[in-house]
């Protein structure tokens, strides 16, 4: 059974930051491209950053480059989210996702899903 559950969301005042993890368990994590996508009320749901095998590449959305980092520990399983100078823009449902194929920007491609974390930003 392929399990991936997000961690890390949360309330936080605009300007802040908050930290994302998504524990990967039932796959061998490192043959996986992980990636982040969010989705906010009446919204469709949006590739947020991506990384591939052994971390050395990475994707971000126009929205987050420069504010976001993307990271992924493959002794730990565990791939993350560093969310700085958060915005009110960025309050959404925030879903890790694990791809066998590498950097896919369609979530309708990927293969496993968390169930997401909620992340609001206030201003």
């Known amino acids: 059974q392929v399990q991936l559950v997000e961690s890390g969301g949360g309330l936080v005042q605009a300007g802040g930051s908050l930290s994302l993890a998504c524990a990967a368990s039932?796959?061998?994590?490192?043959?996986?491209?992980m990636a982040w996508f969010r989705q906010a009320p009446g919204k469709e749901r949006e590739f947020v950053s991506g990384?591939?095998?052994?971390?050395?590449?990475?994707y971000y959305a126009d929205s987050v480059k420069g504010r976001f980092t993307i990271s992924r520990n493959n002794a730990e399983n565990t791939a993350y989210l560093q969310m700085n100078s958060l915005k009110p823009e960025d309050t959404a449902v925030y879903y890790c996702?694990?791809?066998?194929?590498?950097?896919?920007?369609?979530?309708?491609?990927?293969?496993?899903w968390g169930q997401g974390t909620q992340v609001t930003v206030s201003s």
């Open positions: 996702a694990a791809d066998l194929s590498w950097g896919r920007r369609n979530p309708d491609d990927y293969d496993y």
């Open positions: 039932g796959l061998i994590f490192r043959t996986y491209f």
């Open positions: 990384i591939g095998w052994t971390g050395a590449i990475t």
